[in-house]
């Protein structure tokens, strides 16, 4: 199975602020790569896909990038609706697994 | 504007079988090749539990591999999942979505494993 790693694990971030959240894949994936955000209660919501392509409707600020085994989200400036739970997955080879998310707090 | 709606008991006994369905609306099930089941125990991360595809090949965890059956009924528009042998480990938010970069999830439904 290809491990997914995020990093932090957790992170607290003002309005405004840049935020980046890593995913490390224990292999190549190549750009197979898909960022979730996901709020309480509610299911995921697709931003980013094949490690770049942002999602109809998803706002500009929401930037992934990376190839391979090293990938990135950034949000440029953080909003307040952005404060949730984001997840990578690769959907690269079954089975389909999840990074274990980061958790972005307000500050 | 394809939507899922997953439905079945909310509650199961262990050892007993956890049986749900994804019904397919706004869309052909034909629309998306692969339809997966994800698993999210309360406050927990995000599992992948299997996937078919709309002609009926599957894939499946292997850590669940022995205890899970999906299915699809094309002409109801819905994929099925069973899971065997349940224990409390199993309580979760169950949910179908696809997974290869378009966007449907369903809003998931709480299983709880208990007697």
């Known amino acids: 199975d290809i491990q997914m790693t995020q990093s932090p694990f957790s992170l607290s971030a003002s309005v405004g602020d840049r935020v980046t959240i890593t995913c490390r894949a224990s292999?190549?994936?190549?750009?197979?790569l898909n960022w979730y955000q996901q709020k309480p209660g509610k299911a995921p919501k697709l931003l980013v896909y094949?490690?770049?392509s942002l999602q109809s409707g998803v706002p500009s600020r929401f930037i992934g990038s990376g190839s391979g085994t090293d990938f990135i989200l950034t949000i440029s400036s953080v909003q307040p609706e952005d404060f949730a739970t984001y997840y990578c997955?690769?959907?690269?080879?079954?089975?389909?697994?999840f990074g274990g998310g980061t958790k972005v707090e307000i500050k | 504007q394809v939507q899922l709606q997953e439905s079945g008991p909310g509650l199961v006994k262990p050892s007993g079988t956890l049986s749900l369905t994804c019904a397919v609306s706004?869309?052909?099930?034909?629309?998306?090749?692969?339809w997966s089941w994800v698993r999210q125990p309360p406050g927990k991360g995000l599992e992948w539990i299997g996937e078919?595809?709309?002609?009926?090949?599957?894939n499946y965890n292997p850590s669940l591999e022995s205890r899970v059956t999906i299915s699809v009924d094309k002409s109801k528009n819905q994929i099925s999942l069973r899971l065997s042998s349940v224990t409390a480990a199993d309580t979760a938010i169950y949910s179908c979505?696809?997974?290869?970069?378009?966007?449907?999830w369903g809003q998931g439904t709480l299983v709880t494993v208990s007697s």
């Open positions: 979505a696809t997974l290869y970069g378009d966007d449907y």
């Open positions: 706004g869309g052909s099930i034909s629309s998306s090749n692969w």
């Open positions: 078919i595809h709309h002609s009926g090949t599957t």
């Open positions: 292999q190549s994936i190549n750009n197979y």
């Open positions: 094949a490690a770049s």
């Open positions: 997955q690769q959907s690269y080879i079954t089975p389909l697994t």
